[in-house]
């Protein structure tokens, strides 16, 4: 099954709303990332976090990590319509070198 | 700054058909990673190189190939190309074999 699954799969709200994506995996890892991709395109790295950390923080964006619940969330603070896109959190594991598994991801969509 | 630079950007072939995506990384990013992301689907690994070397290998199916030259460009080779092959082909380089910064990535169409 897969190693990072995200809740919810897609998200709409209104902008200047707060978002806030989940992700879970399943085996112990190195670090986790948040990326960003619009619709078809490329991936953007937004955060890593290591397996040591617990929370950081990067202009708008704030994400956790709880490795006793094997989850991670992303919180968007004050939304915007240009943060509609696709959101992935991907892990690395643990002695299985450094390639990234990616979670299904959230779709965000911010209405003006 | 300078990005990952992935070509050609869409490409377009017949089943049966071989093709090769191109990635150069960042300058001074000595690793290099191929991802496949089919349709509403999630990116999957498929194979890293580091220094020039193969470091980790994912699914990438045997009809693939791929390797890192010496200026650290890398090349996905595809042969007996299926419609199932139809997919987003990311590469993506590391400075620190952390941090992955990803190209636009190639459209492959197979018909």
């Known amino acids: 099954s897969q190693q990072g699954e995200e809740d919810p799969q897609a998200l709409s709200i209104q902008e200047g709303e707060n978002a806030t994506m989940n992700c879970s995996y399943k085996?112990?890892?190195?670090?986790l990332q948040w990326y960003r991709q619009n619709s078809g395109r490329g991936l953007v790295h937004l955060i890593l976090i290591r397996s040591n950390e617990r929370e950081k923080h990067s202009g708008r964006l704030r994400v956790t990590l709880d490795t006793s619940k094997k989850s991670s969330s992303l919180l968007i603070t004050a939304s915007r319509a240009a943060d509609t896109a696709s959101y992935f959190c991907?892990?690395?594991?643990?002695?299985?070198?450094?390639?990234?598994?990616f979670g299904g991801g959230t779709r965000l969509m911010v209405k003006p | 700054a300078a990005g990952v630079i992935q070509s050609p950007r869409h490409l377009i072939k017949e089943k049966r058909e071989t093709a090769t995506l191109k990635c150069y990384p960042i300058?001074?990013?000595?690793?290099v990673y191929w991802y496949q992301q089919g349709p509403g689907q999630d990116p999957q690994f498929l194979i890293s190189f580091y220094e020039k070397m193969q470091s980790d290998k994912g699914s990438i199916p045997d009809r693939f190939s791929a390797q890192q030259f010496s200026d650290y460009h890398s090349e996905l080779n595809m042969s007996s190309l299926e419609l199932g092959d139809s997919a987003l082909y990311f590469c993506a380089s590391s400075p620190d074999q952390e941090t992955q910064y990803f190209g636009p990535g190639t459209r492959l169409l197979v018909l």
């Open positions: 300058p001074r990013h000595d690793t």
């Open positions: 991907a892990t690395e594991a643990n002695n299985a070198g450094n390639m990234l598994t």
């Open positions: 085996t112990s890892i190195n670090n």
